[in-house]
């Protein structure tokens, strides 16, 4: 009874363990089990099929880890061994503590075994292990990150330099280092080792003093220098504070930009500006100068306009003046040598006539000022009209034939076989042709004088050739300039005024032509005039600008 009693107790403390005990003999057959390996391993009469078909698993799963772990005379050990949880379906894993038992209580080979549940614990441990992995692989990305931020700081072309919280230097690249570090180099010269204090002190007291505000970023300029020769280096520099997790600031980037191009780039623009504004000065001052000589030389104008004008005038009204008495001057010179008052000798007619030869002289002098005061003046009216060349030269020509013949010269007049038709001035042209046919019969004593005229184009040309004393090359040009006579000593012989050819080229100009001659000295010369088949209607500010400008004579 007391046996009975000891067999309940130890059954109800095995039955009270936690763990699986199972008993096998030496055939591995399970002798024994507790309540909770009975869960694991036996087979009930209400077993589900699900039930039933775990624990036929963990049977076959516990016979072959025993056969392969527990053997004969091993003394036993720790071995894991894995089962299904019949409930639930689940995996557990197993610590199987196996025992020998002693001879006296079973047959040799018999074994006690505990299975301690850890499937727990492995979890946990693989959970740990994960984490572990984890965690080395942040490790390895962060110091994969900050060499890749180690690489770009060494690669920045910028200065970068960081401080801690009290300013001290963290850290720097190789840019900074050259402005704030004593290197071997700089380390034995004083005025480097003054240099790179210098720059220290610039730049630390600039971010001290930025630590103590509550600005996250500053930007300033700072002027260092580069150590190594004293070089004037200005700088931007640009902070920004890094903060730790609870909001505290616990390092500053500085970055550092060379402003040693702006700087020169806006001092480049400066003198630009001051050198624009000196210009635009200048400029100024010159256009001042201009208004101030160009009223000056309106001033001029007007004064020389008003002179023109008196000239004329007094030109206008002195011929007037002149002409009267000239006149008188002829008009009672050729009564009295039309024996008007009663007979002459023939003293007194030679005297008379002289008289007469001189004031007609004088009557043509004060006729042609008057036209070339005109002319200058602008004031010699251009009457355009349409009228057949022809038909003028031929009335030209019947007017000169008297005076031609009168000096025993032949008179050849060629006009073009077709009719042709101007827009010009009908009296300017008559004068033109009468001055060059009057000045060949002047100067040619034998031979011939002739006219031809023909059209060419847009431009009619008018020829007046001589067989006359010729004129030599060097005198080609001045004979066009008023008063200009190439002979003075002929001039008693030959007379005239030395205004003819003069004003022959300023009215020819005033018709938009011009006038060319060629000459044979001693053989004669032709005169050769172009005029537009149609001139053009002028003011006279245009008129005394082309006559100014009228091309010289071509020969
Ligand atoms: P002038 O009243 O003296 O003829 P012009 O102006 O008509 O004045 O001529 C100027 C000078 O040109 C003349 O004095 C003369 O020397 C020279 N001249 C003009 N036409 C001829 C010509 N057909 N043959 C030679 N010389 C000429």
């Not at 280096?233 to 504070?241: A, D």
């Amino acid at each position: 009874e007391q046996l009975d009693r000891q067999t309940t107790l130890l059954t109800a403390i095995i039955n009270a363990l936690p763990d699986p005990i199972v008993i096998t003999d030496t055939s591995n057959a399970i002798v024994v089990l507790n309540k909770r390996a009975e869960q694991l391993l036996a087979l009930r009469a209400d077993d589900s099929e699900g039930r039933r078909r775990a624990v036929e698993i963990n049977n076959l799963l516990y016979s072959a880890f025993l056969s392969k772990a527990v053997t004969p005379g091993s003394s036993g050990g720790a071995r894991e061994l894995n089962l299904v949880d019949p409930n639930e379906g689940t995996d557990l894993l197993f610590e199987v503590l196996a025992h020998p038992l002693p001879d006296e209580m079973a047959r040799r080979g018999s074994f006690l075994s505990v299975l301690r549940d850890v499937t727990d614990l492995k979890q946990a441990a693989h959970q740990l292990q994960r984490q572990f992995h984890r965690e080395r692989v942040a490790e390895q990305q962060a110091t994969r990150e900050r060499d890749r931020l180690e690489l770009i700081l060494q690669n920045v072309a910028d200065p970068i330099l960081v401080t801690d919280g009290k300013s001290n230097i963290i850290l720097m690249n190789r840019q900074a280092e050259d402005l704030f570090d004593l290197t071997d180099a700089t380390r034995h010269d004083q005025t480097m080792v003054q240099r790179v204090r210098n720059n220290d002190t610039k730049v630390t007291s600039f971010i001290s003093d930025f630590a103590l505000t509550k600005d996250r970023a500053r930007r300033a300029q700072v002027s260092l220098v580069r150590p190594s020769n004293g070089v004037p280096l200005p700088m931007e520099m640009v902070s920004g504070k890094i903060f730790d997790e609870r909001g505290e600031p616990m390092a500053i980037v500085s970055v550092l930009h060379d402003r040693t191009k702006e700087v020169e780039n806006e001092r480049l623009y400066e003198e630009l500006k001051r050198f624009s504004a000196e210009l635009e000065d200048r400029v100024r001052e010159a256009t001042r100068d201009l208004e101030e000589r160009n009223i000056r030389l309106q001033w001029q104008s007007q004064e020389l306009e008003k002179a023109y004008r008196l000239k004329s005038e007094f030109l206008a009204n002195m011929s007037h003046e002149l002409r009267t008495p000239i006149n008188a001057l002829i008009g009672y010179t050729a009564l009295m040598l039309d024996r008007i008052y009663g007979d002459l000798t023939a003293k007194q007619e030679e005297g008379l006539h002289r008289i007469q030869v001189s004031s007609q002289h004088l009557l043509a002098l004060i006729n042609d000022i008057l036209d070339l005061a005109k002319i200058e003046a602008g004031k010699m009216p251009v009457h355009l009209e349409r009228l057949s060349l022809n038909d003028l030269l031929h009335d030209v020509a019947a007017q000169m034939e008297p005076m031609v013949k009168r000096k025993g010269l032949e008179f050849i007049v060629q006009l073009p076989a077709e009719p042709v038709y101007m827009e010009t001035d009908r009296t300017k042209v008559r004068q033109i042709v009468l001055n060059l046919i009057s000045n060949a019969v002047k100067f040619t004593a034998q031979g011939s004088v002739s006219i031809s005229a023909r059209a060419n184009g847009q431009d009619v040309r008018i020829a007046v050739s001589d067989t006359g004393i010729g004129i030599r090359p060097q005198d080609l040009e001045v004979i066009f300039e008023e008063f200009r006579q190439v002979d003075q000593s002929r001039t008693r012989e030959y007379g005239g005024t030395g205004l003819g050819l003069s004003i022959t080229r300023k009215l020819i100009a005033l018709l938009g032509g011009n006038i060319a001659v060629a000459s044979q000295y001693g053989r004669g010369s032709t005169f050769t005039v172009t005029l537009p088949l149609a001139s053009e209607a002028l003011t006279s500010d245009e008129q005394v600008a082309r006559v100014a400008l009228a091309p010289p004579p071509r020969t």
